[in-house]
């Protein structure tokens, strides 16, 4: 029996659009606090508004900028989310931290895949204690660092690597949509995908998108 493929929608701007994702088959949401750049931000106050009404079993990602353990406990205490979605590189020591404070919550490295360095990247998040990785194609190294929801695919081979020699789930994002998504599952066979740009029109959450892009997915 072929493995199914997880869907986290991404950007998350209301309970409505909530609602809509979870309808047409989302396994988990995202959420996006304050960022450097890129769209989908809301505010702490209406990301926790969003957590408490989304049933399980569905996931709630909570993306954060901050670096720092009590930065990203402070924030992971105004949204209550059930994972923590880490934009930007940590020192090795955090996850450990951050699994001692909070032992329920699940922990998404999210690795920017610009050249080989970023496998290496990858695998040292996972020896230190990251329980997923999500493969996005940012720029941490701009001036003002772009750290998600750029809509640019990046080099799926790279990302394949990284599939291939992880010991977690790895969710793949960046660039995707209705059009290009079963080349993408084929190429990299991901355990998820992750969607932000792809399924919206004018910024908003577009049904026929989404429901075009699981149709591809299932």
């Known amino acids: 029996m072929p493995v199914r493929t997880r869907v986290k929608i991404c950007c998350i701007s209301s309970p409505d659009e909530a609602r809509l994702a979870v309808e047409l088959g989302a396994d988990a949401l995202g959420l996006v606090g304050a960022m450097p750049s890129g769209p989908g931000v809301v505010a702490d106050e209406l990301a926790a508004d969003i957590v408490r009404q989304v049933p399980p079993p569905i996931a709630t990602f909570m993306l954060t900028s901050e670096t720092t353990v009590a930065g990203i406990l402070a924030h992971h205490g105004r949204v209550l989310a059930s994972t923590i979605q880490l934009v930007d590189a940590v020192p090795p020591e955090t996850y450990a931290q951050l699994r001692q404070a909070l032992p ?92 932000c740009s792809g399924v919206r029109t004018n910024g908003q959450l577009d049904a026929d998108k989404l429901r075009a892009f699981m149709e591809q997915v299932r």
Do not use: C
């Open 104 to 195: 329920t919550v699940k922990l998404v490295q999210v690795i920017h895949v610009t050249d080989e360095r970023s496998v290496a990247e990858a695998l040292a998040a996972v020896a230190s204690g990251a329980d997923a990785l999500l493969l996005d194609s940012g720029n941490p190294n701009l001036t003002v660092k772009e750290l998600g929801g750029t809509g640019r695919v990046h080099n799926w081979q790279l990302s394949r690597a990284i599939v291939d020699q992880s010991s977690v789930p790895v969710f793949l994002a960046g660039g995707l949509n209705p059009a290009n998504v079963r080349t993408a599952i084929g190429q990299v066979q991901p355990f998820g995908l992750d969607i």
